[in-house]
């Protein structure tokens, strides 16, 4: 308004904030305080001047950094917790007190009373079914970045998300997430460029975490087992988090909480064997995600939990097999071993009718058949399967006899005895010895086709039963699917699976080694409509036909060892896609003594990220004007060709690097926020041109180098 009055209105609810203006220019989220800010704002609250902290109290640095790290440059906390050290002793012993203690002066100190209160208030604010989502996140550590879909999938298996008038029970959780990013109780963790999702992981603002302990506790909802944390009667709890500072015995877990009253179990740190207990009859998650310790023997009774609907033992490296019991566990619905060393799922998985996940091995970073052929060193003699099956035999022998051999040199994280040896050892490095096959994905069993329920499959590896892609074909529900070990002889089950499946929204597809998904994918006449995910890994020389104009809702694709040899018609059928907005050509995406690639005027209307990470000898990256116009991010690696020391404030020590003139017409690409060089191998001539192309951009983005 040119002339008359403004009202300017501030909430914590960017609700209230969007209902105020119609034009979303004028809502303005306030950030916190950067760290040079609030360290000024702190000390002259302090000391009521303008004291140079490093120069007159050194010895303060660390614990003002800590105090200023919990309060996440909120003003209101800094000036609270300054105003209380106001009057304290300018020492390292009381400001260190300060810092250990802060969740318990929070209550009972009345100076730091007024923090206590406005969070309070935007507590009891909160809808009845958002304070237990919200109380949920004192099971995390400080600090601890909360994976999304993790969170989600948790949620669900609690009951605190459930499906409402025709939405998903996953898209209630997200709404749920999104009001209380709303209402500034969660800090998000914004998309990063291998997401299509708007926001990857969350976290709780460190000083708004320790009410939140705090409630929790006073609600009987969460208790954290941390040490030094002993008491005098069993504590009655929901939710039991384990820290990795805790190292008691058996007898001080059962004296500590009441087991019988747990519905849910975190471990972050190492494993003990008692931490499953016969007690727990309601526990419905067990969660255990990169626990260190735990092998196959400490999942023997898993199958009593009967209750159980989220299990994951993702980054669980000592875990190569599943026991017959998780049969038992007919609620089961996410089971995640991401990250374990597990290459086929039991048999009985088949009776869990009500399993909606399955998250398994992926697909490594290599696409080419490591385990095709054996180097010419060893004789032909030692090639044949008869001597591979006596050598493997008499060396398993020997491991099952002596564990700690094959745990010293497996490198296995945990306590192994004999029985869980032998199963490693028949149960996954045999049938891959015999058969030369690639680890990566896992065997499914026959049957997997009753799991009518399952809307995520990831990663299946077809190679070692031909009738396991029929069978996927069969699950119509499927939302999220994963294969490898595609080649000439399966390529029509994949078309008949990717024609079936109407509702995939992702898909990823791998093959290693030669000739790989050249031809095998040319079967399918149409993909599946609400695909928005697809990833190609593997050797495809020309791009499917259904790619051009059949992806109308495709938001993310990878490419990976593609090899591509037409390249600029691929980047002309790629810039067509209405609604791509990620775009990752990875190792080897196109082949050539040279590849240039032309981004030409009005492609790409909608691409947000593009990254570019050793696709092939490149030449030249060209943007016309009127390319590209949401690019937002572009991501560069260049494959080093020889060990070079470089360092940000040196242009002059980058060697062995791309051509100067790789980049061109970035000064155009009107909506580019940051450019992003991985890797060191870079001239000093060719950051600095990049740095004029970006000067020259009316946006001024960014050149970060990592």
């Given at each position: 308004?040119k002339?008359?009055?403004?009202?300017?209105?501030?909430t914590r609810?960017?609700s209230i904030?969007?209902y105020?203006?119609?034009?979303?220019?004028?809502?303005y989220?306030?950030k916190?305080?950067?760290?040079k800010?609030?360290?000024f704002?702190?000390?002259?609250?302090?000391?009521?001047?303008?004291e140079?902290?490093?120069?007159?109290?050194?010895e303060?640095?660390?614990?003002?950094?800590?105090?200023l790290?919990?309060?996440?440059?909120?003003?209101?906390?800094?000036?609270?917790?300054a105003?209380?050290?106001t009057?304290?002793?300018?020492t390292?012993?009381e400001?260190?007190k300060l810092?250990e203690s802060l969740?318990?002066d929070?209550e009972v100190n009345a100076?730091?009373d007024?923090?206590?209160?406005?969070?309070?208030k935007?507590?009891?604010?909160?809808?009845?079914?958002?304070?237990?989502?919200?109380?949920?996140?004192?099971?995390?550590?400080?600090n601890?970045?909360?994976?999304?879909?993790?969170?989600?999938r948790?949620?669900?298996?609690?009951?605190?998300?459930?499906?409402?008038?025709g939405?998903s029970?996953y898209?209630i959780?997200e709404?749920?997430l999104?009001d209380?990013?709303g209402r500034?109780?969660?800090?998000?963790?914004?998309?990063s460029?291998h997401s299509r999702k708007?926001i990857?992981?969350?976290?709780l603002?460190?000083?708004?975490r320790?009410?939140?302990?705090?409630?929790?506790?006073?609600e009987?909802?969460?208790?954290?087992?941390e040490?030094g944390?002993?008491?005098n009667s069993?504590v009655?709890t929901?939710?039991?988090?384990?820290?990795?500072?805790?190292?008691?015995d058996?007898?001080e877990?059962?004296?500590?909480v009441?087991?019988s009253?747990?519905?849910?179990?975190?471990?972050?740190?190492k494993?003990?064997?008692?931490?499953?207990?016969d007690?727990?009859r309601?526990?419905?998650v067990?969660d255990l995600?990169s626990t260190?310790?735990?092998?196959?023997h400490?999942?023997k009774h898993i199958g009593?939990?009967f209750?159980?609907r989220?299990?994951?033992?993702?980054g669980?490296?000592?875990?190569?097999h599943?026991?017959g019991?998780l049969?038992?566990?007919?609620?089961?619905?996410?089971?995640?071993?991401?990250?374990?060393?597990?290459?086929?799922?039991?048999?009985?998985i088949?009776?869990?009718?009500?399993l909606?996940h399955?998250h398994?091995?992926?697909v490594?970073?290599?696409?080419?058949?490591v385990?095709q052929?054996?180097?010419e060193?060893?004789?032909?003699i030692?090639?044949?399967?008869?001597?591979?099956?006596t050598?493997?035999?008499v060396?398993?022998?020997?491991a099952?006899c002596a564990p700690?051999?094959l745990?010293d040199?497996?490198?296995?994280?945990?306590?192994?005895?004999?029985r869980?040896?032998c199963?490693?050892?028949?149960?996954?490095?045999m049938?891959?010895?015999?058969?030369?096959r690639?680890?990566?994905g896992?065997g499914?069993?026959?049957?997997i086709h009753?799991?009518?329920a399952l809307?995520?499959?990831?990663?299946?590896n077809?190679?070692?039963?031909?009738?396991?892609?029929?069978?996927?074909?069969?699950?119509?529900?499927l939302?999220?699917?994963?294969?490898?070990?595609?080649d000439k002889?399966?390529?029509?089950e994949l078309?008949?699976?990717?024609?079936s499946?109407?509702?995939?929204?992702?898909?990823?597809?791998?093959?290693?080694?030669?000739?790989g998904?050249?031809?095998?994918?040319d079967g399918?006449?149409s993909?599946p409509?609400?695909?928005?995910?697809?990833?190609?890994?593997g050797?495809?020389?020309?791009?499917?036909?259904?790619?051009?104009?059949?992806?109308?809702?495709?938001?993310?694709?990878?490419?990976?060892?593609?090899?591509?040899l037409d390249h600029?018609a691929?980047i002309?059928v790629?810039?067509?896609?209405?609604?791509?907005?990620i775009?990752h050509?990875?190792?080897?995406?196109?082949k050539g003594k040279?590849v240039h690639l032309?981004?030409?005027?009005?492609?790409?209307?909608?691409?947000?990220?593009l990254?570019?990470s050793?696709?092939?000898?490149?030449?030249?990256v060209c943007?016309?004007?009127?390319a590209?116009p949401?690019?937002e991010?572009?991501?560069?690696y260049d494959?080093?060709?020889?060990?070079?020391v470089?360092?940000?404030?040196?242009?002059?020590?980058f060697?062995?690097?791309p051509?100067?003139?790789?980049?061109?017409?970035?000064a155009?690409l009107g909506s580019l926020k940051?450019v992003?060089?991985?890797?060191?191998n870079?001239?000093g001539?060719?950051?600095?041109?990049l740095?004029s192309?970006?000067?020259?951009?009316?946006?001024r983005?960014v050149?970060?180098?990592?």
């Open positions: 308004m002339n008359g009055s403004q009202m300017i209105v501030t609810e960017a904030a969007s105020c203006s119609k034009n979303q220019e004028n809502v989220k306030l916190g305080l950067a760290k800010d609030a360290l704002f702190f000390t002259r609250k302090v000391f009521m001047e303008n140079y902290l490093y120069r007159q109290y050194p303060l640095v660390e614990q003002a950094e800590q105090i790290k919990k309060c996440n440059g909120l003003p209101l906390a800094i000036i609270a917790i105003g209380f050290l009057n304290q002793p300018k390292v012993t400001w260190r810092n969740s318990s929070l100076e730091l007024t923090i206590r209160k406005v969070l309070l935007s507590y009891d604010g909160l809808p009845y079914h958002l304070k237990a989502c919200f109380l949920y996140l004192a099971i995390f550590p400080a601890y970045k909360i994976s999304l879909t993790r969170l989600l948790r949620w669900i298996a609690e009951g605190y998300s459930t499906e409402v008038r939405k029970s898209e959780g709404s749920y999104m209380l990013i500034s109780m969660i800090l998000p963790s914004w998309r460029s708007e990857d992981s969350c976290q603002y460190d000083i708004i320790e009410v939140v302990i705090s409630k929790s506790m006073e009987n909802l969460v208790f954290r087992l040490a944390c002993g008491l069993p009655t929901r939710h039991l988090s384990v820290g990795n500072d805790w190292n008691g058996e007898s877990f059962e004296s500590t009441d087991l009253r747990v519905r849910s179990l975190t471990i972050f740190g494993w003990r064997p008692f931490f499953i207990s007690k727990m309601l526990l419905r067990l995600e260190s310790g735990l092998v196959d400490h999942l009593k939990l209750h159980l989220y299990l994951s033992l993702r669980c490296h000592g875990i190569y599943l026991p019991s049969g038992n566990l007919r609620q089961l619905q996410t089971l995640d071993v991401t990250g374990t060393n597990i290459i086929k799922l039991p048999k009985t088949i009776k869990l009718r009500k909606e399955v398994a091995r992926g490594g970073s290599n696409d080419n058949c385990n052929e054996y180097p060193e060893v004789p032909k030692m090639r044949s399967k008869p001597c591979i099956l050598c493997s035999s060396g398993f022998c020997v099952c700690q051999l745990k040199c497996m490198d296995i994280d945990g306590d192994t005895n004999r869980g040896v199963t490693t050892c028949c149960c996954s490095y049938p891959m010895l015999m058969t030369r690639s680890s990566c896992v499914v069993p026959r049957g009753r799991l009518k809307h995520t499959l990831a990663v299946v077809v190679s070692r039963r031909k009738a396991a892609l029929r069978e996927v074909a069969k699950l119509t529900g939302r999220k699917l994963g294969v490898t070990g595609i002889s399966n390529a029509g078309c008949l699976v990717m024609g499946l109407s509702c995939l929204q992702t898909l990823l597809v791998q093959s290693e080694g030669m000739p998904l050249s031809g095998c994918l399918l006449s993909p409509e609400n695909l928005e995910s697809l990833k190609l890994y050797n495809l020389v020309k791009l499917p036909a259904w790619i051009n104009g059949g992806l109308k809702n495709l938001v993310k694709l990878k490419l990976r060892s593609s090899r591509i600029d691929a002309q790629l810039g067509r896609l209405p609604n791509l907005a775009l050509l990875r190792k080897e995406s196109f040279e032309h981004f030409q005027q009005g492609a790409f209307q909608t691409l947000m990220v990254e570019l050793s696709p092939g000898k490149f030449e030249s943007f016309d004007k009127g590209a949401k690019l991010l572009l991501q560069y494959q080093p060709k020889a060990e070079v470089v360092s940000e404030e040196d242009d002059n020590q060697e062995q690097a051509s100067v003139w790789l980049f061109s017409g970035l155009s940051e992003l060089l991985k890797g060191d870079y001239k001539d060719f950051v600095r041109n740095r192309q970006l000067e020259s951009n009316p946006r983005p050149l970060k180098m990592e």
